[in-house]
């Protein structure tokens, strides 16, 4: 990680540009509702109506950071309920 923020560092040295207060925001968000995903699934696979409920947060923030987590090899789903929903579970390792 330190080498990436390193690289990202330099660039902005070079270029001169910084990230907008916007982009700053969007990105401390994210990291706070990926670190409340995670937890909520520390004690095994949930849906993402549970996830919801389990963080407060709505079931459309939930499915847009699971998706983005599952690309990145965080998350997968996991069997469906009785209901037909998938439950999501952390990627070990």
């Known amino acids: 990680m330190s080498e ?4 990202v560092v330099q660039l902005r040295n070079r ?7 916007e982009n700053v925001e969007l990105m401390r968000r994210s990291k706070e509702v990926q670190t ?4 909520a699934l520390k004690d095994g696979p949930k849906t993402v109506p549970e996830i919801a409920k389990a963080t407060g947060l709505s079931k459309d923030e939930i ?6 987590m599952h690309k990145y090899g ?13 439950r999501y579970r952390l990627v070990e390792g």
């Not at 990436?4 to 690289?7: D, K, W």
């Not at 409340?36 to 937890?39: D, F, N, S, V, Y």
């Not at 965080?74 to 998938?86: L, M, S, W």
Request: net charge positive.
């Open 74 to 86: 965080v998350v997968e789903p996991d069997e469906k309920d009785e209901a037909g929903y998938f």
């Open 4 to 7: 990436r923020r390193s690289t």
């Open 63 to 68: 499915f847009w950071h699971l998706m983005t």
């Open 15 to 21: 270029s001169g540009l910084k990230p907008s207060k």
């Open 36 to 39: 409340a995903i995670t937890k």
